[in-house]
């Protein structure tokens, strides 16, 4: 006996009206022909009252045309004041309460539809910063893998350094390891997706501003953008020197990669726990210049690794390196 | 208690509601199952005194009540886990920050070996 909208299923029930007595009084029931008509004016979602006691005829359905106004109405302002509501039940045919009723419905009807709405959103949005992050996950520990290998390089080194023709062959080792450093670097200094990146509707109520203050903290790691401490371009406003800024106007960071077009702009600033190596803007003019002219776009490109040793071709990289760099 | 209105025309004098005891019956009955067969219907309802149409009436409205709670609370806990999550993933991104420049130094000071 569920979404009684047929008359079918009806009819066995208006079979036996008035049978018990004591069903007529407490509840008021009368069957009617009409009230065939009422239980077939369940609501959409077929709600009705839970007492189901009532006379007959003052439950008709709304008609189409009637609730079509109504919706339109709804959808310029969900709520109603005493002029729009007297207005409406005027133009309408209705009692003006009728109209503050279905307006009460509509309320809570649509509130559970956005409800619905706003959860399908989070839950994608959350689907998708969970593959991020695993993502990132990966990406660290190739980066940790990386730096232990090439520590290991360096430990090599320090042994062999003074017997030359295994300096040669260390250099063709490293150079094989460096550019698959470089190539790793490469791939891992592009833009990491953030969850600024998820295109977060805006949710309704509160939950969408959490959400959204959420995701402007996420968006923009620094306001200090200004003092990145990182190598350094020597000169930003140099064509070949100058890292591509970030679409957003973040400003250059030399260090890592920000693809032109990236849509999100990650602030890539970090500290160097070690204060002798902290070169901020300011500090390098003090200190040794240690600039590294980075080709545009790619750290290190994949060709370009190559001519990094080799004396005939100018490397692509240049940098200048203290003593005590290392 | 609060009942749900239809779009349907109606007088709010004739609208009876059940009495605290009705509804607790009606209430236990529901957290056992959610959809009620015709026979324990037509027995609850000449239990409590209703009839089988209002009691039938009132788990299909308790079952739309019950699945927007679900619902809010689904969306309260979905909304936690994300934002620890993004609290992590955050975490997580400047950790790799730190790490490239690891690689750099290490690859800049291998590098520098053979200058």
Known sequence: MKRLGSSSSLGAMIICP????????????????????????LDEEGCMEESGGHMAEKKRRLSVDQVKALEKNFEVENK???????????????????????????????????????YGILKANFDALKHNYETLQLDNETLLKEIRELKSKLNEDGASESKVCVKEEKIVSETDEKCKAATTLNSLTKCDKDASDLHLENLN????????????????????STDSSAILNEDNNSPTAAISSSASGVSPHPFL?????????????????????????????????QFVRIEEHNFFGDESCSTFFSDDQAPTLHWYCPEDWN | MNTTSSS??????NKIRFSDEQIRCLET??????????KKKVQLARELGLQP???????????????????????????????????????????????????????YSLLNRHV
């Open chain 1, 18 to 41: 008035n049978t018990t007595g004591e069903h007529n009084q407490g509840n008021n029931h009368v069957y009617t022909g009409e009230f065939q008509a009422l239980l077939e004016g």
């Open chain 1, 80 to 118: 109603l004041e005493p002029e729009r509501k007297a207005k409406l039940a005027q133009e309408l045919g209705l009692q003006p309460r009728q109209v503050a009723v279905w307006f009460q419905n509509r309320r809570a009807r649509w509130k559970t539809k956005q409800l619905e709405r706003d």
């Open chain 1, 205 to 224: 109520g509160t939950n969408g501003i959490i959400s959204a203050s959420v995701f402007t903290d996420l968006k923009d790691g620094s306001s200090d």
């Open chain 1, 257 to 289: 990669d920000l693809q032109n077009g990236s849509s999100s702009s990650m602030a890539c600033t970090f500290q160097f726990s070690d204060p002798k190596t902290n070169f901020t803007r300011d500090a390098h003019k003090a200190y040794q210049p």
């Open chain 2, 8 to 13: 349907v025309k109606k007088k709010m004098k």
């Open chain 2, 29 to 38: 009955m529901f957290d056992s199952e959610t959809k009620i067969e015709s």
């Open chain 2, 53 to 107: 149409r209002q009691v039938a009436i009132w788990f299909q409205n308790k079952r739309a009540r019950w699945k927007s709670k679900l619902l809010e609370r689904d969306y309260s806990i979905l909304m936690d886990n994300y934002k620890s999550l993004a609290s992590r993933f955050e975490v997580l991104k400047k950790e790799k920050q730190s790490l490239l420049v690891q690689v750099i130094i290490q690859f």
